[in-house]
RNA sequence: GGAAGCGUGGCCGAGCGGUUGAAGGCACCGGUCUUGAAAACCGGCGAGGGGCGACCCUCCGUGAGUUCGAAUCUCACCGCUUCCGCCA
């Protein structure tokens, strides 16, 4: 959410710059609303400050003993049309409310502008894209010759979008686990959390999901109302929420794996070959609660420690930064990291990594109280994946691949896979 | 699932329906003292919001209700604790 104070002040300029990520403002809407707002807030607590007065003066008359039936009288005499404005104004700041839980976040002036995907900007490359003597498998083919894929058998149990994994394949995808959370808790600093994967409607709506995107997740059915995490950053962050922390508390740094539940409504017909989009996968998930004259420094660590995996791991990849058309809804600015798919012949996303800069933080009211003793004011939400686990696990199928369609082990998992350091074809 | 109890400021903890936004303590901030620190003492100190301002409003788990007036009374819901039962 954006500072209302913001809204109401800069009207104008706040609607040019949401232009830029393609948002229209309604501006004269607000406008309006707000205009109506202010008149009736004040005659509302006009007639409060009547009331509360008068019948202190009730309380005062009845202790002595007087009669209060002329007191009683004047106060008869406004009490319907203060319910009436009580009434009107809670209808109105409701409306107002919608309104701006319904409005993205600014993007940060550095951000590129731009309107969509092809307007990103690439600002670092590491690695080279793989070179093969032979043709290279997708990890699709690569599932099928080793026999540790099985998508059929998937559908059968659940329907598509969903995978199954067997031997050391599916060893090797607990293995990355291991090797993520390892690496940010013992050199990057992070502390590891479990966390619910089922959340109320607040904490979605903390950290942007709900209202606008509910159709991107699963709800329960049951008496009450919870939703499958579609990324871990919805309960991790949430644990900041209606928090005030110390100054000297920050920054806070987490490091969580969860399964990722999302209906992918919308994206019919996009990556349906494969584990690249799938209904369910595995995230290791970093999160940071910092000062807010820390965060964009702490952007650009957290990027680099998703970053580290996957050199850790021997993958090629790049960093672009996202335009203003292309970050999603409550990001101020947000890096993606992508990674080379030999099977695809492409840099495909495997980490996307967000300061969302008070955005989140106001819609949670979390809160850091600084060290001068003054008032508690908002804290940064940073957050990025440390890496998805299923397209990490389809990177190192398809440039780990040898000519017979076995998969070599990159040497940062051996010490997690128990003495396999190839993914063999059955003869 | 059954029974009982409890939800008050950053934390702990008082609070007869009426000058209570709330005693007291801790923490925190400022000061005195000290070579420095600690202790002691003095002072300050809840959060959110509105108004150009003088000021004003709201908030004692949440939501309804009673009342001129609710932290205090009624109802519902949520959460927590303890005991019993069941259970990975």
Same mark, same amino acid.
């Given at each position: 959410m954006l500072d209302p104070k913001l809204l109401r002040g800069q009207l104008e300029e706040v609607a040019t710059r949401l232009q830029t990520r393609g948002f229209k403002l309604d501006v004269g809407a607000f406008a309006r609303l707000e205009e109506r707002r202010k008149s009736l807030q004040v005659e509302t607590e006009n007639l409060q400050a009547d009331r509360k007065r008068k019948s202190k003066e009730i309380g005062i008359a009845k202790g002595k003993g007087e009669d209060v039936?002329?007191?009683?009288?004047?106060?008869?005499?406004?009490?319907? &049309?203060?319910?009436?404005?009580?009434?009107q104004l809670e209808v109105l700041q409701k409306e107002l409310l919608d309104l701006q839980?319904?409005?993205?976040?600014?993007?940060?002036a550095s951000v590129p502008a731009g309107g969509g995907e092809d307007d990103n900007v690439e600002v670092r490359k590491w690695g080279t894209p793989t070179q093969?003597?032979?043709?290279?498998?997708?990890?699709?083919?690569?599932?099928?010759?080793?026999?540790?894929?099985?998508f059929e058998t998937a559908a059968k149990i659940s329907g598509a979008r969903f995978s199954v994994m067997y031997g050391p394949l599916?060893?090797?995808? &607990?293995? #990355?686990?291991? /090797?993520? #959370?390892d690496t940010h808790t013992r050199e990057h600093g992070y502390r590891e959390v479990y966390v619910p994967y089922m959340v109320n409607p607040e904490s979605l709506q903390g950290t942007g999901q709900l209202p606008k995107f509910e159709e991107e997740l699963y709800k329960l059915r049951g008496e009450k109302d919870l939703y499958l995490?579609?990324?871990?950053?919805?309960?991790?962050?949430?644990i900041a929420r209606?928090?005030?922390?110390?100054?000297?508390?920050?920054?806070?740094?987490?490091?969580?794996?969860?399964?990722?539940?999302r209906s992918e409504a919308g994206s019919h017909g996009k990556d349906v070959r494969g584990m690249i989009r799938q209904h369910q996968f595995e995230k290791v998930e970093m999160v940071q609660l910092v000062k807010p004259e820390d965060s964009h420094a702490a952007l650009e660590s957290l990027t680099g420690h998703a970053e580290a995996i996957l050199q850790k791991l021997g993958l090629p990849y790049r960093v672009?930064?996202?335009?203003? +058309?292309?970050?999603?809804?409550?990001?101020?600015?947000?890096?993606?990291?992508?990674?080379?798919?030999?099977?695809?012949?492409?840099?495909?996303?495997?980490?996307?990594?967000?300061?969302f800069e008070d955005f989140q933080a106001r819609r949670m009211q979390a809160r850091y109280r600084p060290k001068? +003793?003054?008032?508690?004011?908002?804290?940064?939400? /940073?957050?990025?994946?440390?890496?998805?686990?299923? &397209?990490?696990?389809?990177?190192?199928?398809?440039?780990?691949?040898?000519?017979?369609g076995s998969i070599r082990v990159p040497d940062a998992l051996k010490p997690y896979m128990g003495g396999v350091d190839v993914i063999s074809v059955p003869a």
């Open positions: 039936s002329a007191l009683m009288q004047e106060v008869d005499g406004f009490a319907q &049309r203060l319910a009436e404005c009580e009434q839980l319904g409005i993205p976040n600014i993007p940060h093969f003597d032979f043709t290279p498998l997708d990890h699709v083919d690569l599932g099928v010759k080793t026999g540790a894929l099985d599916a060893r090797m995808h &607990r293995a #990355l686990i291991q /090797l993520m #959370l995490i579609p990324t871990a950053e919805v309960p991790v962050t949430n209606d928090m005030i922390y110390s100054e000297d508390q920050l920054p806070i740094r987490f490091a969580c794996h969860t399964p990722c539940f672009i930064v996202l335009c203003t +058309g292309d970050m999603g809804f409550s990001s101020a600015k947000t890096y993606d990291i992508e990674v080379w798919l030999p099977g695809q012949g492409k840099y495909r996303e495997i980490s996307s990594c967000s300061n001068d +003793g003054k008032k508690p004011e908002l804290l940064h939400t /940073l957050n990025g994946s440390g890496l998805a686990v299923g &397209r990490t696990l389809v990177a190192i199928m398809e440039n780990y691949q040898q000519a017979d």
